[in-house]
DNA sequence: AATACTTACTAAACCGGTTTAGTTGAACAA
DNA sequence: TTGTTCAACTAAACCGGTTTAGTAAGTATT
């Protein structure tokens, strides 16, 4: 392959490697006007590209960052490296990405192997079962942004989407309809912090319009096993005219169940989801959801870690990004 | 960061560098045992992680291919992606994502930068237009493996779909439930391969059962502008019982044309696309679709390269993947 | 006892750049 | 005349490994 090296050039041109080297770097106070025109003369004629490896090695860079999230895949999470790649390849740097498919060791050995191949920072979507562990390698040197985060923690660098407020309005936006039984389904929240405000968005609105916060209305799901009472159950014994499902899976879970059971959106029931879906236009309803900036949340980890990477003594910080209902036709005043 | 290099573990073990290079590369029989012992004692001390940059350097290899492709966000590019970067991941290789938009400028860039990267290869899902510049980077040296192919070419290393086949089942399927008058939707397919063979596929089809292919009946799309007739005239000059749309985001504005002049499917019209979609089970009418295996596609495209890479006399392979009808309820009996 | 062969190492070159610390010759000042 | 300064370079060290060629000591062979 490319086997023209800076010796070449410089040869070509009647110089030392340390002079082309210099020209290649743009310091031309160190040369004449006629050395300049040699140099770049010779690059030109033997098409030479310096080798970023051998650049790299002295420079202890490797201008590549890593990101690890849970799949790739994901109708949100694509966006998101899309964001961030879009701002590294702007800014001259390449993202390499992990997936974990939620396993934390799986997370915890994407990290070390980051670590090992020296990349000058990482973007995490973290389990949360690695705080500690994200921590040392934070105290070794290593810039770490987190986005997604689904732990309570002390982080510093991390993006997050306004979750209370958008939990908030989405309530806000049913009572408004007329609903009173708003049944809350979620993942476990007790410790975990981005669960955690939404259900504090939630028992805000409730409490603003002075609706009792009715235990049997909060529903558990888990990415395992799924819903934990039967659609019939929960209708049985907490009768909600409308379901606020917290997250993208557990909407399509709930629209399977709703489907299966014969409940009608938005006739029956109705029903906002967490996280926007894809083809949501095609549906047989259209559901309402609150839509979250993924690709910006991309944009903005990178811009927050570039700026760690190239700033050592930049101050850490929160971004926190407003998320917005989008109204379709899954809800009904009643 | 990781500061602790090999020297520095070879003067706590007590020997030359170079003996502990041997180690750490696996070459024991040139030490005795207890040396072994001591490099061995010494790594585990002080923690020491080789530098993968400068073992490159030496060894002219990244440990890096490229993966070019149009957006990493599309449901089935990034189900790809998986698919190629979980097979590099297993064999010690990482995966460079470049995003072109459908902009063959761009595809040239990223293919430069992959090279000036020195990436040990590049797997690439061409726009077309830079059939002369892919064959000038093999040429040089650097191995290519193309999928998604949508030109002509007489390329060697290549992933496909048999969307011949494919195409000459879905048309089958849509006669034998009694339809003659089936609407092919299409991108201009005279100078691109792989949307001719769908085209070929659907002439066998009707060929076969002796229904003659009328001209009227092939309607084209384009990215930019879409639909090039409206489905009124469409439905007025050609009469269709069915579309069979060729490729997914021709199925969605096909749907959303439908949707608008309330033509029903599968009462009115019966659709097949080419690609399945995301979420389709939600749908008003679930649609049946041509699934491809993008996953599969992305581990074959990853092997064959790697293949390549590791024995440059390899032969070049064609890969072809079969596709397979996933029935849902958009077609009807007639 | 002399020679050949092993075993267990090490010195030094090398990968392809960057950077530091000089060097050289000319212009200028004292 | 001699010293100083400056412009325009270059030699060599350096980044952190790998690899080749070589060496010293011990054992086996003749």
Known sequence: MAKVKLIDVALLAGVSKSTASQFLNGRFEFMSKDTQERIRAAVGELDYVPNPIARNLKAHKTKTIGVIVRDITGFYTSKTIRGVDDWCKQNDYNALIYNTDFDSAIEAKSLEALYQLRVDGIIIASSGKNTKLIAQYVEKGMPI???????????????LSDYKQAAFDATEYLIKLGHKRICFVTQDFKKVKS??????????????????????????????????????????????????????????????????AQIAIPDDVSLIGFDDLPMAEFFKVPITVIKQEPYMIGVEAAKLLLNNISDVNKAAQKIMISCSLMTRQSCRQI
């Open 195 to 260: 669960r955690n405000e939404r259900y504090q968005g939630y028992a805000d609105a409730l409490n603003k319009y002075d609706i009792p916060l009715e235990p049997a209305l909060i529903q558990y799901w888990q990415r395992e096993t799924g819903l934990q009472h039967s659609i019939a159950q929960i209708i049985k014994s907490a009768a909600p005219t409308a379901f606020f499902a917290q997250h993208l899976a557990i909407t399509t879970d709930l629209l399977s169940a709703l489907n299966q």
């Open 145 to 159: 942004v987190q986005f997604q985060l689904e732990h309570d923690g002390s982080e510093k660098n991390i993006i």
